[in-house]
């Protein structure tokens, strides 16, 4: 574990931050709200953050390499 305490989320996808931040039922994107809310209880302080995909780098180049993470 590297003992991350304060975390802050970025996402191209508005919708799903708004569904992640409100905890809100949305039947297309609950697999994926489900799986962000039970990594946002490991960690102190969590953050979602929109940022437009043009200035999303990080998130890009890990979709194009496929890496993934599993709890």
Request: zero cysteines; charged letters at 25%.
């Given at each position: 574990?590297?003992?991350?305490?304060?975390?802050?989320?970025?996402?191209?996808?508005?919708?799903?931050?708004?569904?992640?931040?409100?905890?809100?039922?949305?039947?297309?994107?609950?697999h994926?709200?489900?799986s962000?809310?039970?990594?946002?209880?490991?960690?102190?302080?969590t953050?979602?953050?929109?940022v437009?995909r043009?200035?999303?780098?990080?998130?890009?180049?890990?979709?194009?390499?496929?890496?993934?993470l599993s709890?």
């Amino acid at each position: 574990s590297l003992s991350y305490r304060k975390v802050i989320f970025e996402g191209d996808n508005f919708r799903i931050l708004k569904y992640i931040k409100e905890e809100a039922y949305s039947s297309r994107y609950q697999h994926l709200v489900n799986s962000v809310i039970a990594w946002k209880s490991r960690f102190l302080s969590t953050s979602f953050v929109h940022v437009h995909r043009q200035h999303n780098g990080s998130a890009d180049l890990l979709a194009k390499k496929k890496y993934y993470l599993s709890g």
